[in-house]
C-alpha cells in the first residue's frame, strides 16, 4: 500500500508564503510525475504544479512566478513553495504521484489526504 502524507498547509495573511510537503511511502518501486492539486468550494479540482523524475515543471497560470514546485527523488517527496498568497488561493491542496507498484510493477496513481490553505484577505 502506497501512503501520501502532506504537511504545511494552514492560515496566512494575503502576501504571505507557505510550504507544502509531501511524502510518499509504501510498496512504491519508483515514482514518475509529482504534483500539487486544489479544490476550492463549488469548484472542480485543478492541477496547480507538477514536476517529473527529471525535474521538468509545469504551472497553472494563476500561479506562475508566485508558486514553485521541486521534489527531492531520494526521500519521495515533493514541496510546493507558495509565494504572494492572495484570497484566490485558498483551497484544499492535494498531493499526486505516478508510480509504479513495487510488487506487481502495475503504473499507478495515488493521492493525499489533502491539506487545507486559506488565505485571508
Known amino acids: 500500500q502506497v501512503q501520501l502524507v502532506e504537511s504545511g498547509g494552514g492560515l496566512v495573511q494575503a502576501g504571505g508564503s507557505l510550504r507544502l510537503s509531501c511524502a510518499a511511502s509504501g510498496s512504491i518501486f519508483s515514482i514518475n510525475a509529482m504534483g500539487w492539486y486544489r479544490q476550492a468550494p463549488g469548484k472542480q479540482r485543478e492541477l496547480v504544479a507538477a514536476?517529473?523524475?527529471?525535474?521538468?515543471?509545469n504551472y497553472a497560470d494563476s500561479v506562475q512566478g508566485r508558486f514553485t514546485i521541486s521534489r527531492d527523488n531520494a526521500k519521495n517527496t515533493v514541496y510546493l513553495q507558495m509565494n504572494s498568497l492572495k484570497p484566490e488561493d485558498t483551497a484544499v491542496y492535494y498531493c499526486?504521484?505516478?508510480?509504479?507498484?513495487?510488487?506487481?510493477?502495475?503504473?499507478?496513481?495515488?493521492w493525499g489526504q489533502g491539506t487545507q490553505v486559506t488565505v485571508s484577505s
Open positions: 499526486n504521484a505516478d508510480g509504479v507498484n513495487y510488487y506487481t510493477y502495475d503504473a499507478e496513481e495515488y
Open positions: 514536476i517529473t523524475s527529471g525535474g521538468t515543471t
